[in-house]
């Protein structure tokens, strides 16, 4: 089956700085991309997803790049605030429909 | 739309009850997927349905969990009997194909 792994498990940066969070994952059949944002005690929220046949995504603050050679995908955050400061997570998934998530990372942002 | 409805919200219960959590997916979704997240194991996908038909039950834990959805707009999810590693947060997830969309979670206490 499909295997995610994420890095860094903790990122800290200062406000205004850019954030970079990578996943790599093991089905080459995997071809779909989503990452999602958990508040403390929140539910996972979809902000953003990439398919296979794109390499580059953006939605103003954030995008996602996808290499299907080297089978990896990364999230960047740009300009953060403290409201990015969340735990992130990546997925992946094949046309079944079941996402396999990566462990998550802890992004803090300090003012 | 109200989005994915989870209830109850918070549960607390001792060791050896049944304990039965539910789910209300979005109109319209034909995914619908329990997780369990916990800080040691990461978020788990338990069990996910296609057109209300179990499609994969090869993340329940053990014959003490079984998950049912007899019709497009609900599913439970039943613990029988409890234990306290069953602690954790249990959300219920809608989509359609690969996208999906959180509830806002079950937290079970099993004491």
């Known amino acids: 089956g499909e295997n995610v792994e994420q890095h860094p498990s903790t990122l800290s940066v200062q406000e205004g700085d850019s954030a970079v969070i990578k996943c790599t994952y093991s089905?080459?059949?995997?071809?779909?991309f989503p990452w999602y944002k958990q508040e403390l005690g929140k539910r996972p929220q979809l902000i953003i997803d990439?398919?296979?046949?794109?390499g580059e995504k953006k939605d103003q603050r954030i995008a996602v790049t996808l290499n299907k050679t080297a089978k990896h995908f990364s999230l960047h955050i740009t300009e953060t605030q403290p409201e990015d400061s969340a735990v992130y997570f990546c997925?992946?998934?094949?046309?079944?429909?079941?996402?396999?998530f990566g462990a998550g990372t802890q992004v803090v942002v300090t003012p | 739309d109200a989005g994915v409805i989870q209830s109850p919200r918070h549960e607390v219960t001792e060791m050896g009850q049944e304990v039965t959590l539910r789910c209300k997916p979005i109109?319209?979704?034909?995914?619908l997927f329990w997780y369990r997240q916990t800080m040691m194991r990461g978020l788990e996908l338990l069990i996910y349905f296609n057109n209300n038909v179990p499609i994969d039950d090869s993340g329940m834990p053990e014959d003490r969990f079984s998950a049912k959805m007899p019709n497009a707009s609900f599913s439970t999810l039943k613990i029988q009997p409890s234990e306290p590693r069953d602690s954790a947060v249990y959300f219920c997830a809608s989509g359609v194909q690969e996208t999906q969309y959180f509830g806002p979670g079950t937290r079970l206490l099993v004491l």
């Open positions: 997925a992946a998934s094949n046309s079944w429909g079941k996402l396999q």
């Open positions: 089905d080459s059949a995997s071809n779909y």
């Open positions: 109109s319209g979704h034909d995914y």
């Open positions: 990439i398919r296979s046949n794109v």
